[in-house]
């Protein structure tokens, strides 16, 4: 069965583990990996597992989860679980390509923007995802 690698976004990680009491933790499945997060198989391009980001005295909390390749005919999407609307899927980033193993261009869309609360803008880039066995 097949899982995602996906390091979500490195200055991001590297940002919130340099703050004081910031924090990755991991659930569901999630393991941390050499170049980001190994999501484990939940379906057909569907993955399951944790990450939350936390920091700043609680007023940050991201939380990454569930997180699925979606669409076709050249218009791909990354899909996590939404953190504010169980069981509503949220249409986190854009991918400017996906060939059924690398899933290229991540880029947040608003939704996944909004997560944030600031600092990132739809259309950030974010880290390229990887279907692995």
């Known amino acids: 069965m097949s ?3 996906w ?5 991001l990680l590297g940002y919130v583990r340099g703050m004081p009491d910031g924090a990755v933790t991991l659930a569901g499945g999630a393991e941390e990996v050499e170049g980001g997060f190994r999501f484990p198989a939940a379906g057909d391009l569907a993955f399951r597992g944790t990450v939350t980001l936390t920091g700043h005295s609680g007023m940050m909390r991201v939380v990454i989860a569930d997180p699925a390749i979606v669409g076709g005919d050249g218009d791909w999407a990354l899909e996590i679980a939404d953190p504010d609307e169980a069981p509503a899927r949220l249409r986190f980033a854009t991918l400017s390509g996906f060939d059924g193993v690398r899933a290229t261009g991540a880029a947040l869309t608003e939704d996944g923007a909004d997560l944030f609360f600031g600092p990132y803008e739809r259309g950030t880039p974010l880290d390229d995802a990887t279907v692995v066995d």
Do not use: E, Q
Request: hydrophobic share 50%.
């Open 3 to 5: 899982a995602l690698r």
């Open 7 to 11: 390091g979500i976004k490195a200055s």
